[in-house]
């Protein structure tokens, strides 16, 4: 496959994906996906691609270290990408359609914060854009949002008043409303008055802004987590590695919900998820629950003697 035609390849895929209304991260990892997979594959054509060369590249990523979920989110790119050649009639049959995905661990328990520690992680959110990580962790462990979801968020997805609320397009291209909490909206608001960087011209629109004046990135946004769970554990002097990441703080949002009786369905909004089993997780992650549910039981056992 010459390197014209692979890049033309795609464009196309670009085209499909774009007009297809899927997110921009999702059109830029989906094409990098395809890509790696046509420099790894032994078809000289396209057309002559077959479903053992997509088994092959899924050994590969295996052998590089690759777990099932990277895997099946290749083989959905890949998936996708051949219906984008069929689409524009550059081939007829997709090779990758009948592969099943791996099989993935449906119930390994989320890594959370309990309250206490979450109030001493925050403790830990300092230095000269102090109000405005403050702000993005706050959205991620008291309003659930994603990485992605903080760093698209615009100005006019924060809706002030008497219901303050975030309205925006999160995962899946769905329309979320998060409700805040008044100490939410005073840091928020506090944050965009007081120490929200001028954008440069092309993204004025950005929430939170870097230091350069450009929207900020996601790997700053897991930095800014990453080091303050560095620093929240040196001040703790914690003798086990509880790691920390952004999407803990999500999981300790979701937990937080379910201790405090946010039943599932509700949860399941709050969190944006399609799916109501992604959900379900949160309710085997509370041992603390499970104890006092059988502290209330009085076994009635009868007395056995012996001899």
């Avoid at 081939?91 to 520690?117: D, F, G, Q, R």
């Avoid at 769905?174 to 928020?188: F, G, S």
């Avoid at 560095?230 to 952004?246: C, G, L, N, R, Y």
Wanted: aromatic share 8%; glycine share 6%; proline share 3%.
């Amino acid at each position: 496959m010459s390197i014209a035609a692979a890049e033309q390849y795609l464009d196309d895929f670009m085209l499909y994906l774009q007009n297809g209304g899927y997110t921009p991260r999702t059109q830029d990892e989906y094409v990098k996906e395809a890509k790696s997979f046509m420099l790894n594959v032994r078809s000289s054509e396209i057309e002559d691609i077959s479903k053992a060369d997509i088994m092959r590249y899924q050994k590969v990523l295996r052998v590089r270290g690759a777990g099932s979920a990277t895997i099946n989110r290749m083989l959905s790119a890949i998936n996708c990408f051949f219906k984008a050649l069929i689409e524009f009639e550059i081939i007829t049959l997709n090779p990758a359609l009948s592969i099943k995905k791996a099989k993935v661990e449906k119930n390994k328990l989320p890594v959370y914060l309990e309250e206490n520690e979450l109030a001493d992680f925050l403790l830990q959110v300092t230095g000269k854009h102090q109000l405005r990580n403050l702000a993005i962790c706050l959205l991620m462990c008291y309003g659930g949002l994603r990485v992605a979801e903080v760093q698209s968020l615009n100005l006019d997805h924060f809706r002030r008043g008497a219901d303050p609320a975030l309205i925006f397009m999160g995962k899946g291209q769905k329309w979320r409303v998060v409700p805040l909490h008044p100490d939410i909206v005073a840091i928020l608001e506090q944050y965009v008055n007081d120490a929200r960087i001028d954008p440069k011209e092309g993204d004025t629109a950005a929430f939170f802004v870097s230091q350069e004046g450009r929207r900020i990135g996601r790997r700053t946004i897991q930095g800014i987590v990453d080091r303050t769970g560095t620093a929240w554990k040196k001040e703790a002097q914690m003798v086990i590695d509880k790691k920390i990441s952004s999407h803990k703080l999500r999981h300790t949002f979701a937990t937080t919900h379910f201790r405090n009786g946010t039943d599932l369905r509700t949860l399941q909004e709050l969190l944006g998820h399609s799916d109501i089993s992604t959900t379900q997780i949160y309710t085997h992650v509370d041992n603390r629950q499970l104890s006092e549910a059988q502290a209330k039981i009085r076994p009635q056992i009868p007395v056995i003697s012996y001899g």
